[in-house]
T-cell receptor, first 113, second 113 residues
């Protein structure tokens, strides 16, 4: 079945460690995105990529890094520079078009202790 | 950046009641999307709207793209317990920001049997 897969579902890390969240899609979508969700808040855009080997900062990119070496994959690294990394992270993908619909993965809940 | 104001923030209703929620923006959007998120899961797309004035239904859900292109409404008729969740609006302005969706803060819906 086509879809977006995020792994792992739950992730625990010690403060000061970098951690990489996986996002893979087999929808043949060109665009992929990472959002952060905190309790009681909407989704805030971290990074997005419209094409392989290119990506753009979103509204809250500080302390995060991404790569887009393959069309299917868009991993997110939460670095030690991110001051408050505990959150629910959502990956999405879409076609690049005026009329666009973004489809989401199941999310990764990161807890930094 | 762009802001979407979604209201109400939360709703507590009885099963069988109708629900209305809306989103407003200071900017014009080319696309409005409505998502539902269950706890611990990624948002699922409910309805997509592409033209100003467009009224679209999906079962008991009806959404409208405002004439000014700065607002959108979602109605749920005859609510049932499985309607519980967080509903998000999202706007997409197109142009050079392809796929850069802006999300509202969400409406938390609770349905009492």
């Amino acid at each position: 079945d086509g879809g977006i897969t995020q792994s792992p579902k739950y992730l625990f890390r010690k403060e000061g460690q970098n951690v990489t969240l996986s996002c893979e899609q087999n929808l043949n979508h060109d665009a992929m995105y990472w959002y952060r969700q905190d309790p009681g808040q909407g989704l805030r855009l971290i990074y997005y990529s419209q094409i392989v080997n290119d990506f753009q900062k979103g509204d809250i990119a500080e302390g995060y890094s991404v790569s887009r070496e393959k069309k299917e994959s868009f991993p997110l690294t939460v670095t030690s520079a991110q001051k408050n990394p505990t959150a629910f992270y959502l990956c999405a993908s879409s076609i690049v078009s005026r009329d666009t619909e973004a489809f989401f993965g199941q999310g990764t809940r990161l807890t930094v202790v | 950046g762009q802001q979407l104001n979604q209201s109400p923030q939360s709703m507590f209703i009885q099963e069988g009641e109708d629900v209305s929620m809306n989103c407003t923006s200071s900017s014009i959007f080319n696309t409005w999307l409505w998502y539902k998120q269950d706890p611990g899961e990624g948002p699922v797309l409910l309805i997509a709207l592409y033209k100003a004035g467009e009224l679209t239904s999906n079962g008991r859900l009806t959404a409208q793209f405002g004439i000014t292109r700065k607002d959108s409404f979602l109605n749920i008729s005859a609510s049932i317990p499985s309607d519980v969740g967080i509903y998000f609006c999202a706007g997409y302005s197109g142009g050079t920001s392809y796929g850069k969706l802006t999300f509202g803060q969400g409406t938390i819906l609770t349905v009492h049997p």
